[in-house]
């Protein structure tokens, strides 16, 4: 069986990862994640799955590498990881009763072959009050996730709808597209 590396420390990444129970490792891929000019949300999300992808692979060619990135777009912008509170409580009352797209994208290289999907989850907000949003953000402290919420605790509270045809892109790794991207790079799954 081929190495297998996943290029991102995420808890979230790794946790999903090991549902497909193949042997993997984790390394930082250390990619300069900042947009460029005029980049769409989406562009923004493949480009950097695949510099994580190819970042990793330049150095570890014998093995798969799985890069993915989110971005949550939201009238056409791109939102980032609020890291602190101030920022996580203003983007959810932004998005209270709107609707937020979230882009994941994810690429799996080995030297000169990648392999690369895009997944399109819409989640739509409920009204949130002020003080609905205090608890929320106290209680789990979002501050590292796209967004300001986690899908996969609390924060599925503050919905009204997902609409997605995976469930774990949210959470921050398509499996549903990973494992189709590795059963084309040889891998057996199931």
């Given at each position: 069986?081929?190495?297998?590396?996943?290029?991102?420390?995420?808890?979230?990444?790794?946790?999903?990862?090991?549902?497909?129970?193949?042997?993997?490792?984790?390394?930082?891929p250390?990619?300069?994640?900042?947009?460029?000019?005029?980049?769409?949300?989406?562009?923004?999300?493949?480009?950097l799955?695949?510099?994580?992808?190819?970042?990793?692979?330049?150095?570890?060619?014998?093995?798969?590498?799985?890069?993915?990135?989110?971005?949550?777009?939201?009238?056409?912008?791109?939102?980032?990881?609020?890291?602190?509170?101030?920022?996580?409580?203003?983007?959810?009352?932004?998005?209270?009763?709107?609707?937020?797209?979230?882009?994941?994208?994810?690429?799996?290289?080995?030297?000169?072959?990648?392999?690369?999907?895009?997944?399109?989850?819409t989640?739509?907000?409920?009204?949130?009050?002020?003080?609905?949003?205090?608890?929320?953000?106290?209680?789990?402290?979002?501050?590292?996730?796209?967004?300001?919420?986690?899908?996969?605790?609390?924060?599925?509270?503050?919905?009204?709808?997902?609409?997605?045809?995976?469930?774990?892109?949210?959470?921050?790794?398509?499996?549903?597209?990973?494992?189709?991207?590795?059963?084309?790079?040889?891998?057996?799954?199931?």
């Amino acid at each position: 069986m081929s190495r297998l590396i996943l290029a991102s420390t995420s808890p979230y990444r790794h946790e999903l990862l090991q549902r497909l129970r193949l042997p993997f490792e984790v390394m930082h891929p250390d990619v300069d994640e900042s947009a460029q000019p005029d980049e769409s949300p989406a562009a923004l999300s493949q480009r950097l799955a695949a510099s994580k992808a190819m970042a990793i692979s330049a150095r570890e060619s014998d093995a798969w590498v799985i890069g993915s990135d989110q971005v949550a777009e939201f009238d056409g912008l791109a939102l980032g990881k609020p890291g602190h509170r101030d920022a996580a409580t203003a983007q959810l009352h932004a998005m209270s009763g709107r609707e937020v797209r979230f882009l994941t994208a994810v690429c799996v290289a080995r030297g000169n072959d990648s392999f690369e999907a895009l997944d399109s989850t819409t989640v739509h907000f409920r009204s949130l009050t002020d003080d609905e949003i205090a608890r929320y953000v106290d209680a789990e402290q979002p501050f590292d996730c796209a967004g300001s919420f986690k899908s996969e605790g609390l924060g599925i509270t503050l919905f009204e709808a997902i609409e997605s045809s995976d469930p774990t892109a949210l959470i921050g790794l398509p499996l549903i597209a990973v494992a189709s991207l590795l059963r084309q790079a040889g891998f057996a799954l199931p």
